[in-house]
């Protein structure tokens, strides 16, 4: 699932696109929708909330000011094509929604969620979530006060919890643990300075939204971005131990988390023994047997 800078990243594209223009086609392609037309309307903004995306239409006639609402989910994904380019995707398989003006059209691929609301009522779909970390009015104080809620908690599935906080997902959440070496299975109370671990989280979203590459070990060669996301059965940049991979939360909800057993402290799943592959992000985890306390 795409990082909160992923997901700014396309509302900025979506914005400049079609932010000042009217909608000279809409075709939503999913069945609460598929009766809508939002043709003759300005589109006002596209912005983005934590993972979800809001474009939010003009009124037209007596009706209200309208909120499209997305989310990429795994696989979706929303592309930005010249208007009447016969090599477009609008017609390919798995397009859920398309957006033209006489100039740009935005076609939605895949998309895992597709609502519209009166743009008055945005909180019913997104007012459950966190403080957003890419948000002009990012509220660190309500950040530290969710994230410390539940001070047993794991630390990294605190942080997948869009209600604690918005846009950060497992290459954040794992990167973030390794930066403070703990492990993502930590209890949340095992933070020495939560101020200064939200800064960190804030201060990496911000410095890769406007890049497509991720980095946060401050080396773009490929390889050597990431300290520890996606890099299990690799060695660790810091220690050339073997970074490892398990699942963290509850199944089904449970995600991958990597972390380095040499230079992070705390809990971890323990596994069946055998070497690791290097596995991607989207790998399955070593299988978990329980808990074993590191310190």
Not at 161 to 177: F, I, K, N, P
Not at 268 to 295: F, I
Request: aromatic content about 4%.
């Amino acid at each position: 699932m795409p990082e909160g800078d992923t997901v700014w990243r396309t509302a900025r594209r979506l914005h400049r696109a079609l932010a000042g223009r009217e909608l000279l086609v809409s075709d939503l392609r999913w069945p609460s929708l598929a009766t809508v037309d939002l043709s003759g309307r300005e589109v006002l903004e596209v912005v983005s909330a934590g993972k979800h995306l809001l474009t939010r239409v003009a009124a037209g006639g007596d009706d209200p000011p309208l909120t499209l609402h997305s989310h990429l989910r795994m696989e979706g994904s929303w592309f930005v094509e010249r208007t009447g380019d016969p090599h477009g995707r609008r017609s390919a398989a798995g397009i859920r929604a398309v957006l033209t003006t006489a100039e740009w059209t935005a076609v939605g691929h895949k998309l895992g969620m597709l609502d519209l609301v009166s743009t008055d009522r945005e909180a019913e779909l997104v007012g459950h979530l966190g403080p957003d970390l890419l948000s002009p009015g990012w509220d660190p104080e309500e950040a530290r006060r969710r994230l410390l809620a539940d001070p047993a908690r794991e630390l990294g599935a605190a942080l997948l919890d869009q209600r604690v906080l918005a846009g950060v997902g497992t290459l954040y959440m794992a990167e973030a643990c390794f930066l403070v070496r703990l492990t993502p299975w930590s209890p949340v109370s095992d933070l020495e300075d939560p101020e200064g671990f939200l800064a960190l989280l804030h201060r990496l979203l911000h410095v890769n939204k406007d890049r497509p590459a991720q980095v946060t070990t401050g080396d773009l060669r490929h390889g050597r971005q990431h300290f520890a996301h996606a890099r299990s059965g690799l060695p660790c940049l810091r220690c050339a131990g073997t970074v490892r991979v398990a699942p963290i939360g509850v199944p089904p909800q449970d995600r991958t988390a990597f972390y380095c057993p040499g230079c992070q402290v705390g809990p971890t799943p323990t596994d069946d023994g055998r070497p690791q592959r290097p596995l991607g992000s989207s790998g399955r985890a070593a299988p978990t047997r329980g808990y074993r306390a590191r310190r």
